[in-house]
């Protein structure tokens, strides 16, 4: 039983792995195969308890998805602001981007695998083509976009961490969030004051 446990989460993780990789959204294949996996929506008569089911309801596996998604993001833009600001606030803040994110990253990933929730292996189309369309920027014009992209964000990340905290029902996501919300809401008063410090 162990072992044919294993071989779905190989199944599983291959298929994200192929679906990620193709012209699918990554966020959108890690949903899907959740959607799958949720147990709340089975008809119990019917369950097949030889597949990889989640130990969380569809609600929880979308807040884990949409936390890779964007602390996944959040790496990725703090890199790039590391390599093209001249700004020595930003050029810090991006370093605090790749290490407090690579730290909730990582745990969150070790979460998810213990409840068997998909998570993206890359990020979605809409954050990379936001990283994209922030790339072909230089200069000053770079600064000013990544920082409001930064503000925008870390007040959607704030909501995020706030309502799962809140209405979560799987404890240790819920413990997840309450205990990253105090970071991103350190992480937004930050940019904000970068911000301001630009206008001067």
Do not use: R, W
């Amino acid at each position: 039983m162990k072992k044919l446990s294993m071989l779905m989460v190989a199944a599983a993780t291959a298929f994200c792995m192929q679906a990620c990789h193709s012209n699918k959204d990554s966020k959108a294949a890690a949903d899907s195969m959740n959607n799958a996996h949720d147990t709340t929506k089975m008809d119990t008569a019917k369950k097949d308890t030889t597949k990889t089911v989640m130990t969380v309801n569809g609600d929880d596996a979308k807040f884990a998805v949409n936390a890779a998604d964007g602390g996944m993001a959040e790496v990725m833009l703090g890199k790039l602001a590391q390599e093209k600001t001249t700004n020595p606030a930003i050029k810090d803040f991006g370093a605090m981007m790749v290490t407090d994110h690579s730290k909730a990253n990582d745990e969150l990933k070790a979460l998810a695998k213990s409840k068997n929730i998909a998570l993206p292996l890359v990020v979605s189309a809409d954050k990379q083509k936001a990283y994209d369309d922030l790339n072909k920027k230089t200069g000053a014009d770079f600064d000013k976009a990544y920082v409001d992209a930064m503000i925008d964000g870390h007040k959607s990340t704030e909501k995020l961490m706030k309502d799962e905290s809140k209405d979560g029902k799987d404890a240790d996501l819920q413990a997840f969030a309450t205990k990253v919300l105090p970071t991103v809401q350190a992480h937004l008063i930050k940019i904000q004051d970068i911000k301001k410090s630009m206008k001067k």
